[in-house]
């Protein structure tokens, strides 16, 4: 069984930044699986973000983030992170880690975690 346990949300001014941390349950999930970020805002679908690849060479971004967040991955923790850099009200939300294939979207995702809030004031 996969396990994802996020942390790192919290509030912050616009123009400030934010690092989210999602632990893995082992080296297994980093080998087998590609790791995502997704994010949910009241009244809207659940968003992709970002996502990065089983070796970690490999990431995309969706164009709302490209340049401003970057999805790393930290092999020695077993975790996976999202340093997040000029933050906007528009990325308030709920911010999920996620594990499967390289796909954008959510339902090519296998596990998730409990989520982490982020909000961001102006």
């Known amino acids: 069984q996969v396990q994802l346990v996020e942390s790192g949300g919290g509030l912050v001014q616009a123009g400030g930044s934010l690092r989210l941390s999602c632990a893995t349950s082992?080296?297994?999930?980093?080998?087998?699986?590609?790791m995502g970020w997704f994010r949910h805002a009241p009244g809207k679908e659940r968003e992709f973000v970002a996502i990065?690849?089983?070796?970690?060479?490999?990431?995309y971004y969706s164009v709302s983030v490209k340049g401003r967040f970057t999805i790393s991955k930290d092999n020695t923790q077993n975790t996976v992170n999202l340093q997040m850099n000029s933050l906007k009200p528009a990325d308030t939300a709920l911010y999920y880690c996620?594990?499967?294939?390289?796909?954008?979207?959510?339902?090519?995702?296998?596990?998730w975690g409990q989520g982490t809030q982020v909000t961001v004031s102006s």
């Open positions: 996620a594990a499967g294939t390289w796909r954008i979207s959510a339902g090519s995702y296998d596990y």
């Open positions: 082992g080296r297994s999930t980093f080998s087998t699986y590609v």
């Open positions: 990065i690849s089983r070796s970690g060479t490999n990431t």
